[in-house]
């Protein structure tokens, strides 16, 4: 049966080496991958209620909307309603036809991940800002406009 | 199975005694909730984005037949009323992955977590200094401990999480032997019995 040390020199020595550090382990228990998949599908959310919301302000229909942004009008329509993951093709038409930057567009269709913990925090308060309602509300075109500014950030 | 182990108290320097047992309840695992979470989270908000670490959290639902389970030992850390450390290992289907002990049994670190006042990030953003050290180590001892026992020899394995590697490799003295594609790439670590003998 192996003893634990009680050496007090190597006690000292592990202590200060230890030195409040994280000892987490990923084992089944971890459930940091079911968490980064709860982003995702936010963030893809806040994708589908922006592309809305940007169709609105316009005050463009679908097939308006598609035809000036290049896109196929199905899957715009997938868009909108959340049904499809976007082509990466779609979100570059998209992102150009409203000129808005296609890195954080790709990142908030899911399409890329960006490893900016605020970015996340910003796209999920404006999916749970954002409703979709017929008309845009003086709320939802204030959280519309600063979520535009947030993006057009460098 | 309970045994009486020193740590170390930060502030003052002084051994102290706390007790780690195996004999973990359910009622354990909710304690350490209990105590940890609330700090853990008021620590998180305080740290900026950037430092905060990975938010990870800890899938108790079928914690009845987790402590159930043969082939799963838990191990916790207590002094006075509070809980410090929780483990869980397993000694069942992990084998090693090092050339030189490739397939050999080993005993799996599943889990193991220290209370968040004995982690120095969580507390200095709590505007304090960590409260025990050496509660990890004790920890990881343990799982060395019970490695003999199975007749492994001292070989456990782990995944280890980016801001855990230097505690794995540096403190422990543990083999990083790769990335596991299967694991979200997180470390694989490994003991030789050589290197458990040096712990």
């Not at chain 1, 959310?45 to 229909?61: G, M």
Request: charged fraction near 30%; proline fraction near 5%.
């Amino acid at each position: 049966m192996r003893d634990f040390n009680n050496d007090p020199e190597w006690m000292r020595r592990k202590a200060e080496a230890e030195d409040g550090s994280f000892v987490s382990v990923a084992g089944s228990l971890y459930k940091a991958d079911e968490e980064k998949r709860k982003v995702g599908d936010a963030t893809r959310v806040s994708f589908s209620r922006f592309v809305h919301l940007a169709r609105k302000e316009k005050r463009l229909t679908l097939e308006q909307f598609a035809e000036r942004a290049d896109v196929d009008l199905f899957e715009l329509v997938n868009i909108e309603t959340e049904k499809a993951r976007p082509k990466a093709r779609t979100v570059y038409q998209i992102a150009d036809f409203l000129g808005i930057p296609e890195q954080r567009l790709m990142a908030l269709a899911g399409l890329l991940e960006l490893k900016d913990v605020q970015f996340q925090e910003e796209s999920v308060r404006f999916a749970a800002r954002a409703e979709t309602l017929e008309a845009p509300t003086p709320e939802e075109h204030a959280a519309f406009e600063a979520w535009v500014n947030f993006l057009s950030k460098a | 199975m309970r045994v009486p182990v020193k740590l170390v108290e930060k502030a003052s320097g002084q051994f102290v005694d706390a007790e780690l047992f195996d004999e973990v309840t359910e009622e354990h695992l909710l304690l350490a909730e209990e105590q940890w979470r609330p700090m853990i989270r008021e620590a998180r908000r305080k740290l900026p984005p950037e430092l905060r670490p990975r938010n990870a959290h800890w899938d108790w639902t079928s914690k009845d037949r987790e402590l159930a389970l043969l082939a799963n030992t838990f191990y916790a850390i207590q002094l006075a009323d509070k809980i410090e450390g929780l483990m869980k290992v397993e000694t069942v289907g992990h084998v090693c992955r090092l050339p030189e002990q490739s397939r050999k049994e080993l005993v799996y670190i599943d889990y193991v977590e220290t209370a968040p006042w004995n982690i120095k990030v969580l507390m200095n953003a709590l505007g304090e200094q960590p409260k025990y050290a050496l509660v990890g180590t004790r920890l990881i001892e343990a799982a060395v401990r019970q490695s003999f026992e199975e007749g492994f020899k001292g070989r456990v394995g782990l995944h280890a999480v980016p801001t855990s590697h230097d505690f794995y490799i540096k403190v422990c003295g543990m083999t990083p032997v790769a990335p596991d594609p299967n694991k979200e790439n997180l470390l694989w670590c490994e003991f030789t019995p050589e290197q458990a003998a040096k712990l």
